[in-house]
Structures are given as C-alpha cells and as structure tokens.
C-alpha cells in the first residue's frame, strides 16, 4: 500500500475528531457511520510515516464538517485541523481547471479535484462510493475504498 494518500473531508473528520479524543468518535454527528475501530483501522493505514496530501476544497469541507458542542471541543479540533494542516502537503487545482471536467457536472468540486489529482503513487482514500468508482474507472489502483478495509 502506498505511504501518501489524498484524504477525503469524511476521513479527514474521523482522523482529527479521533485525534482530539477517540471517544468524540462515537458522540460526533458527522460520524455516526464510523466508530473507534475505524479511526484505529485509518491510523493503521496511514501509519506514521505517511504523507497526507490535501486541497484547499477539501480542507474547507472538513472545516465545516468539523465543528460541534462545547466551544472548547470545537476549540480542540480547529487546533488539531491547523496542526495536521501544518503536517500534510496541500495541493491546489485552479476552480476553472477543474468546474471543466465532464465529471464536475455529477461530482461537484472537491470530488473532481480530488479525481484530477489522485494518482497510483498518491491515492485516494476515500469512503465515497460515487468518487472511487470515478477515479477507479480513469485511474485503475488510484483509488482505496475505506469501506473495502472495513471487512
């Protein structure tokens, strides 16, 4: 398996809410697909010499994702998101590059810029369905479906 990966927004909550304290996992709304076992499962693929690579879209998406409860749990995780942004490679796709593309039209934005980026050498792990079997059909082995891990 590779050592860098794109990361998705649903991902990139369960790696700093479970960062920020494993049992929010459980408590978050954004999260109630997903349990300690799933960010134990991601933290093992991303083991810690792993390269995290980002978009601003993507990153924005997390930032709204991201945030509930008391203002110091929302405190802990905006600190936690600036830290691992601090810690991963963030990469930009041009709007106008991407809102081109044939899939803009089904994908949206941050899914179609995730589709131009990933790559074999940097995958996308991802628990959309929609995403992966796009990327998967360009890019075959571009993609890992964390749902796939899961079993």
Same mark, same amino acid.
Request: aromatic share 8%; proline share 5%; no cysteine.
């Given at each position: 398996?590779?050592?860098?990966?794109?990361?998705? +927004? !649903?991902? #990139?909550?369960?790696?700093?809410? %479970? !960062?920020?304290?494993?049992?929010?996992? =459980?408590?978050?709304?954004?999260?109630?697909?997903?349990?300690?076992?799933?960010?134990?499962?991601?933290?093992?693929?991303?083991?810690?010499?792993?390269?995290?690579?980002?978009?601003?879209?993507?990153?924005?998406?997390?930032?709204?994702?991201?945030?509930? %409860?008391?203002?110091?749990? !929302?405190?802990?995780?905006?600190?936690?998101?600036?830290?691992?942004?601090?810690?991963?490679?963030?990469?930009?796709?041009?709007?106008?590059?991407?809102?081109?593309?044939? $899939?803009?039209?089904?994908? %949206? #934005?941050?899914?179609?810029?995730?589709?131009?980026?990933?790559?074999?050498?940097?995958?996308?792990?991802?628990?959309?369905?929609?995403?992966?079997? $796009?990327?998967?059909?360009?890019?075959?082995? +571009?993609?890992? =479906?964390?749902?796939?891990?899961?079993?």
């Amino acid at each position: 398996m590779s050592s860098s990966f794109f990361i998705d +927004a !649903n991902l #990139l909550v369960l790696f700093i809410v %479970g !960062n920020v304290r494993r049992s929010l996992v =459980n408590r978050h709304p954004r999260l109630k697909a997903y349990s300690v076992v799933d960010y134990d499962l991601l933290l093992s693929q991303l083991r810690p010499r792993s390269k995290i690579y980002v978009t601003p879209n993507t990153l924005t998406e997390t930032s709204n994702l991201l945030p509930f %409860g008391p203002e110091s749990i !929302n405190t802990d995780l905006f600190e936690e998101l600036r830290s691992m942004i601090e810690d991963s490679e963030e990469i930009v796709v041009v709007s106008r590059k991407a809102s081109v593309k044939p $899939e803009f039209r089904w994908l %949206g #934005l941050t899914d179609t810029v995730l589709l131009e980026l990933a790559t074999r050498e940097t995958p996308l792990m991802t628990t959309d369905l929609r995403l992966w079997s $796009e990327v998967i059909s360009l890019k075959p082995e +571009a993609a890992v =479906n964390f749902h796939h891990l899961r079993r």
